[in-house]
Nanobody, 125 residues
Framework: QVQLVESGGGLVQAGGSLRLSCAAS????????MGWFRQAPGKEREFVAA????????YYTDSVKGRFTISRDNAKNTVYLQMNSLKPEDTAVYYC??????????????????WGQGTQVTVSS
């Protein structure tokens, strides 16, 4: 059974940084995209970033380009989201999820299943 466990959230001032981690287990993930999503209070969940398991290709929503970086450590089956220059509007619960390569839309947030429990990120102004 696939398990995804996020960690690294917390409270940070605007302009600060956080690094989120997502530890994956339960199967071989070499044929999966790994993605990060977020959901702010009262809003729908939105796509943030994705990477192929090889790390050769990464994708970002426009609002985080240049500030966030997705990366992975295949030896640890872990995907990271480095978040710099954080803004109050980045406040949300952040989730990781997986998308099989054969599904269309993995690179823009579609086709994901097996979600983690989420980690709270709060950015104060």
């Amino acid at each position: 059974q696939v398990q995804l466990v996020e960690s690294g959230g917390g409270l940070v001032q605007a302009g600060g940084s956080l690094r989120l981690s997502c530890a994956a287990s339960g199967r071989t993930f070499s044929s999966y995209f790994m993605g990060w999503f977020r959901q702010a209070p009262g809003k729908e969940r939105e796509f943030v970033a994705a990477t192929t398991w090889s790390g050769g290709s990464t994708y970002y929503t426009d609002s985080v380009k240049g500030r966030f970086t997705i990366s992975r450590d295949n030896a640890k089956n872990t995907v990271y989201l480095q978040m710099n220059s954080l803004k109050p509007e980045d406040t949300a619960v952040y989730y990781c999820a997986v998308c099989p390569n054969y599904r269309l839309g993995c690179s823009d947030g579609r086709g994901y299943d097996y979600w983690g429990q989420g980690t709270q990120v709060t950015v104060s102004s």
